[in-house]
């Protein structure tokens, strides 16, 4: 079986850069893609969440987070997400001249995610 393995791995690498007579293989990752494009807004949102709340998200948070999200009202992604931020963490974003570099950075990611979500 190990050799049978290695077989076919070599002879798929062989394919994509040795030989360019035949055309490459065409991956078809758009489905995978959504899920990634998802799971990656999901991760911002939680980064996000925990730096203006300083502290972890637990499991059950996390389920709590995309129940808000989902009923959020907003007409973009970054619009429901911060509406789910305020409900969640029940504080004010503070001003942008006093939030903290973690803060910054989430919010950040979390609107580069949402935009990239939109735009799918």
Known sequence: MHF???????????LLFFNRQHPLPVLNLQAEDNTLGKEEFKEALFNAVEALIEHPVSI????????YFNDAKGDTTLERAIETMKKYSQIDFP??????????????????????????
Not at 4 to 14: D, G, L, N, P, W
Not at 60 to 66: A, D, Y
């Open 60 to 67: 059950s948070g996390r389920s709590l987070i995309m129940s």
């Open 4 to 14: 049978y393995m290695c077989a076919v791995i070599t002879s798929f690498y062989e």
């Open 95 to 120: 001003p942008v001249e006093e939030r903290n570099k973690k803060l910054k950075t989430a919010l950040n990611r979390l609107a580069y995610e949402a935009g990239m979500w939109d735009r799918e």
